[in-house]
């Protein structure tokens, strides 16, 4: 699986941005997706996931109720809506598959996830 991240950008605190995640290959829609971010001079982090079939999506709570995440198994496109976006929010995100096929249990930690694509700058200026 290969991922190609897109729709970042410069925005003013309070606005909003959709991130895109388009999907190479045939497998896309057996693997739960995840959005990770890094700021500079901090660690990779969890932001947020969704399960292969969709549904819920899991958020990092810094995030809940902001950020939506959801999938087009069809486009093999997952996406992150983030709104009321803050100077904290400001990092390159990333995108990532699991590397378990029809996975029973929706990860949140890094180790987990095989694929990743190459990030989007997200810069949220106050």
């Known amino acids: 699986v290969q991922l190609q991240a897109s729709g970042g950008g410069l925005v003013q605190a309070g606005g909003s941005l959709r991130l895109s995640c388009a999907a190479s290959?045939?497998?896309?829609?057996?693997?739960?997706m995840g959005w990770f971010r890094q700021a500079p001079g901090k660690e990779r982090e969890f932001v947020a996931a969704i399960k292969w079939g969709g549904g819920n999506g899991y958020y990092a709570d810094s995030v809940k109720g902001r950020f939506t995440i959801s999938r087009d198994n069809a486009k093999n496109t997952v996406y992150l809506q983030m709104n009321s976006l803050k100077p904290e929010d400001t990092a390159v995100y990333y995108c990532s598959a699991d590397g378990e096929p029809f996975a029973a249990v929706v990860y949140t930690t890094q180790r987990n996830y095989r694929y990743w694509g190459q990030g989007t700058q997200v810069t949220v200026s106050s």
């Open positions: 290959g045939r497998s896309f829609s057996r693997y739960s």
